[in-house]
């Protein structure tokens, strides 16, 4: 919803501010007063492109801002998010400064943003429906995207899209399959042999530090020989040459042991027994362990059969590694990736097999999101038929055909199905009796295009009203602005009256702003802004002004549009219109 649109130096605008009604805003003004300097700037912080003749005489550059109210969950706020924006308090600063000469520049938030980046973002808030803009549904996606608004398909639309992706994935394993088929044969025939050379070592974590120790003994094994003889003779004598007589290290401490034992005075001496019997303990287990390590003693026949082990899974680092675990852990992924890349026939006919299934599934999808979709297109086209006719309009109407694409096998891949479904969808408008149907945008004035995208949102909102259990404008947060330019083209007395009402109908769900030449229409609205001419032209000085007007000078205002003077019966009319301008 637009809180405030300011604007400095566009056109004859020196300075403006516009705080319209969060429900209907008329703005009003006599020809050529610069009211559609009110709608460039609008497009200005709609991303739309900029042009420096449209900066005011003497003014270095011309500025515009727009203030949205944006829910936190909104598309308008993630988009802005997506581009390092953070709404303040809920609220999105749009602007765009144009100079009189060099480039343009767009902010978010008082962030430097890319223009498309900005059109993005108001897009999500405020659309523009004039003769300029022509349609904001003129895209065949884009009324596919308003008919399913309308429709309520979500569930349904989800649901295909499921399908869809699902499909869309499978098509492109098989595509790449096919495309790769050769070098995937051979990456998997690679992938086996390494696998099968592997598994013939058979290699086991740590092995090779193992064997190279083992090595590392026998190829030293004099030196160990003789360093472990030397060390068992000095704790254990006994332990070497077999003599019961001679004494080692473990004897001389057992000695020294029982001699403090022996001693029966008070003193340190139990304590210090203690303690040569624990180094005695260690020295013991110390013995064992230089024992055993005789009796490890490999011989050199073993060295061969290491060596070639060794070999063997150095081989295999040199190639996998660098070390045996990372070997291990390859040949492990290995044998999953064979799983992947097996394209033997009896895979690919599996893989296909899906594929069918999976575009049956897809296509059911399509076909209820399709009759979903009709369903809504005939009663969207009955409304804004019904619409029209209140909106000076008579015998005009507007036909929204869903056509199923049908299956041709010739075509083959995904047709008929795409991305959205399986449904061509366009809207065909009738601008008077006789006419032939022709696509929105291309059919009808300015004038007309805005009437019926008024019946389009006034139905479509509706629609909503009666989903949400008529909720009203603050059912789901900030509103949607639209703003309608020369809606009122060609449209007057009983008409007019129905023109405002209809807007004000549609401002019970969205902020409606209305550029209008007509009393009937202004009266309905819930603010009326007047943009006038000021300064002395001889010295062009010439200047628009926008201000609001209230009570009995909106009353003035709408007797101008009236009759274009203040005369009392001019002015009694006036409030009599104001007064009669109220939706039950």
Request: no cysteine; aromatic share 4%; hydrophobic share 40%.
């Amino acid at each position: 919803m637009l809180e405030e649109l300011e604007i400095r130096n566009l056109g004859p605008i020196r300075s403006a501010v516009l705080t319209p009604a969060p429900g209907m805003t008329a703005i009003t003004g006599e020809t050529g007063a610069g009211k559609s300097m009110l709608l460039n700037a609008i497009r200005l912080i709609s991303g739309a492109a900029a042009d420096a003749n449209r900066v005011s005489s003497g003014a270095d550059a011309a500025w515009a801002q727009g203030v949205f109210m944006a829910g936190p969950r909104s598309t308008a706020t993630a988009i802005a998010a997506e581009a390092g924006v953070e709404p303040e308090d809920g609220e999105l600063f749009l602007a765009r400064s144009v100079p009189a000469s060099g480039r343009s520049r767009a902010t978010a938030n008082g962030r430097s943003v890319p223009r498309s980046v900005l059109g993005r973002i108001a897009d999500e808030l405020v659309t523009v429906h004039g003769q300029a803009d022509q349609l904001r549904i003129a895209s065949a996606a884009r009324q596919r995207e308003f008919l399913d608004a309308v429709a309520g398909d979500q569930a349904e639309l989800a649901s295909y899209r499921q399908a869809w992706e699902a499909l869309a994935a499978m098509d492109e394993r098989l595509e790449k399959l096919a495309s790769q088929e050769s070098s995937i044969r051979q990456q998997a025939d690679y992938l086996r042999e390494s696998i099968e050379r592997i598994n013939r070592v058979d290699p086991q974590p740590g092995e090779d530090e193992d064997l190279k120790t083992r090595r590392s003994r026998i190829e030293n094994a004099a030196e160990i020989a003789q360093g472990v003889g030397g060390a068992l003779g000095a704790l254990d004598a006994s332990a070497v040459d077999g003599d019961p007589d001679a004494l080692g290290a473990s004897d001389l401490i057992t000695r020294a042991v029982q001699h403090l034992r022996a001693i029966h005075v008070e003193g340190p001496f139990s304590d210090l027994a203690d303690r040569l019997e624990s180094i005695g303990a260690d020295l013991s287990d110390v013995v064992f362990s230089l024992s055993r390590q005789i009796d490890m003693e490999e011989g050199v026949d073993d060295l061969d059969a290491i060596n070639g082990r060794i070999h063997e899974l150095d081989e295999l680092t040199r190639r996998w590694g660098p070390t045996l675990a990372d070997v291990i852990a390859w040949r492990d992924r290995a044998v999953l990736d064979v799983e992947d890349l097996d394209t033997s026939p009896e895979k690919l006919a599996e893989l296909r097999q899906e594929r069918r299934r999976l575009f049956e599934d897809a296509l059911e999808a399509a076909d209820r999101l399709s009759s979903v979709r009709r369903r809504a297109a005939g009663e969207l086209s009955s409304r804004v038929g019904e619409e029209l006719s209140s909106l000076a309009m008579s015998g005009a109407g507007l036909e929204i055909r869903v056509t199923p694409r049908e299956a041709d096998e010739a075509r083959g891949g995904t047709w008929p199905l795409d991305a959205s479904g399986r449904d061509d969808i366009a809207f065909l408008f009738t601008p008077f009796p006789g006419s032939p149907q022709l696509p929105m945008g291309r059919s009808a004035s300015g004038g007309e295009l805005s009437r019926l995208m008024l019946a389009l949102e006034l139905v479509a909102a509706e629609r909503r009203m009666a989903a949400d259990g008529d909720a009203g404008i603050d059912a789901d947060g900030p509103a949607m602005t639209f703003i309608f330019d020369e809606v009122d083209a060609g449209v007057g007395g009983k008409s007019a009256v129905e023109l405002g009402r209809r807007l004000a109908r549609l401002a019970r769900v969205a902020q409606v702003i209305v550029v209008t030449h007509l009393a009937q229409v202004a009266s309905w609205a819930d603010a009326q802004f007047v943009v006038s001419k000021g300064g002395d032209p001889s010295a062009d000085g010439v200047s628009t002004t926008v201000h609001e007007v209230r009570e009995e000078e909106r009353v003035a205002e709408i007797a101008r549009m009236l009759s274009g003077s203040e005369s009392e019966t001019s002015l009694d009319h006036a409030r009599e219109l104001l007064a009669e301008s109220r939706l039950d």
